[in-house]
């Protein structure tokens, strides 16, 4: 997508040749002839880079200056400031730089030297958000998937490492919660030569309402709705340029699919209360733990949308059926959970290293890494031993054959009572859950102190 620029400049002469300019190198031009208009056209759309004169005819330059700045740190915007200020004013010129200038122009200014320094800035820009992105994801697990020994997993950052190369090409990642989607979605951007000094932008389908999710995808413009009282940039548009991981895909609803199909055919979204489409340029990586083409048969979500966004499809392995990796990743989170808890990394003992192994991991990656975390914390010496581990923290289906768990025996000749049967029931889950309270509760959905009153009600003797 074309950055935007913004001119507050009171002579109209060089607003016009310099939105000509501009204009013709690919930038989306607005003017305005005071800092009051200036101010209301930036609140209304964030620009990319603002040319701020520094004597305006309602307002010093620089007090404007400190004002947008500010409001573009509440608001979470980069916005770019070149404060164009007279000739050999140095004075002005650091005051300016002060006050969150990115730059300074020299009046009368050359179209030339305008061009140069904002292409600079909006490189510094660039390079500033990689850096950024670079120290955030330092304590994501990439190190230890590249050197994975396990052939699923091996063949899968192969497979990603090929659809690097083909820059525009939808994937979709597949697999299980907690296998490391993410990290894949990572690693396909950071390989891919054209997008990896460009924006990794993440968005969990199933984490923003419904009603709020057009907005957060596509943005909207002020007066869109009650509360929007500025125009926001949706994550689409910020990840123009880079790569757009949607978590959780298969939550969308119909209506959202919709939409998001149409920015996918047409390359192009209009944001919410808009009445202008806006040109993108993106990749898409999609991960869901579901199986979409039973989802496409049940109605719950459009195949159209599925091919699309199925272009190269990769299946990301749960951690059991890579048990080869288990112990190079258990010492590589190890060795990351301690610097951040400032300890030094204890061994594994044999025993804990067949445990680990031998464990079938339902929540994966991530469950590895809280049961090492755990384990941290419990551990005082400097050894991980069995004692220190806490497995099996997630509340699992009955085992066994689940037709005889819930078959309710006849009463005296009769079928049981409602009241019989939900006895049975509670005691059969004690059973199975050693007595644990907190886990009855959570797998049959339904607070503690319900469960609770039933065991009193009915006068179950929960087992030791």
């Known amino acids: 997508m074309s950055s935007t620029v913004l001119i507050v400049d009171d002579e109209k002469s060089f607003r016009v040749i310099a939105e000509e300019a501009l204009s013709r190198e690919g930038y989306q031009v607005r003017t305005a002839e005071s800092g009051a208009a200036g101010a209301r056209a930036w609140r209304e759309e964030a620009a990319d880079v603002v ?10 330059g620089v007090d404007l200056l400190a004002t947008l700045t500010r409001e573009a740190q509440e608001r979470g915007t980069d916005t770019l400031f070149l404060v164009a200020t007279a000739y050999a004013d140095v004075e002005n010129a650091v005051l300016a730089l002060r006050q969150g200038a990115e730059d300074y122009l020299t009046k009368p200014i050359q179209l030339s030297e305008l061009l140069v320094k904002i292409r600079k800035a909006l490189e510094a820009r660039r390079l500033r958000n990689r850096v950024r992105a670079l120290r955030r994801d330092r304590g994501a697990p990439v190190d230890a998937l590249l050197v994975s020994q396990s052939a699923a997993m091996r063949e899968v950052l192969e497979r ?6 083909s820059p525009s090409t939808s994937v979709l990642l597949q697999g299980e919660s907690g296998t490391g989607k993410e990290v894949i979605a990572r690693l396909i951007h950071d390989e891919t030569p054209a997008r990896r000094d460009e924006a990794f932008v993440t968005l969990n389908c199933a984490a923003i ?12 413009e002020r007066g869109a709705f009650t509360d929007a009282q500025a125009g926001k940039r949706g994550l689409l548009e910020l990840a123009a340029g880079g790569t757009l991981f949607l978590d959780e895909i298969g939550e969308l609803g119909l209506s959202m699919q919709t939409k998001f199909l149409r920015a996918l055919e047409t390359t192009t979204f209009r944001r919410v209360g808009g009445t202008r489409d806006l040109p993108v340029d993106v990749r898409i990586v999609a991960a869901t733990n579901r199986n979409l083409e039973q989802e496409v048969a049940a109605g719950r979500f459009r195949l159209d949308l599925f091919h ?6 990769l299946t990301v392995p749960p951690l059991r059926e890579r048990r080869e990796d288990i112990l190079q990743l258990a010492g590589f989170l190890l060795e990351r959970i301690a610097q951040r808890l ?6 594994l003992s044999a025993e804990v290293e067949r445990v680990l192994v031998a464990y079938d991991y339902p929540g ?5 890494r809280n049961v090492l975390e755990r384990a941290l914390i419990l551990e005082t010496g400097p050894q991980i031993t069995p004692a220190s581990l806490v ?16 078959s309710a025996p006849l009463v005296e000749g009769r079928p049981p009572t409602l009241a019989e049967l939900e006895k049975a029931y509670v005691e059969r889950l004690l059973a199975h859950a050693g007595g644990n309270r907190t886990q009855v509760a959570r797998l049959l959905d339904v607070s503690y102190p319900t469960v609770a009153k039933k065991i009193a009600d009915y006068g179950i003797k929960v087992p030791e």
């Open 308 to 313: 699309r966004l199925d272009v190269f499809h």
């Open 209 to 220: 309402a419904e009603g709020l999710l057009e907005s957060e995808l596509f943005g909207h």
């Open 391 to 406: 497995l099996g923290r997630v509340p699992r289906a009955p085992a066994g054959d689940a037709q005889a768990f819930f």
């Open 160 to 165: 990603g490492h090929k659809v690097s190369q």
């Open 364 to 368: 994966n990656v991530r469950e590895l």
């Open 342 to 347: 400032a300890r030094v990394t204890p061994k």
């Open 51 to 60: 040319i701020l004169d520094r004597n305006l005819p309602d307002i010093d």
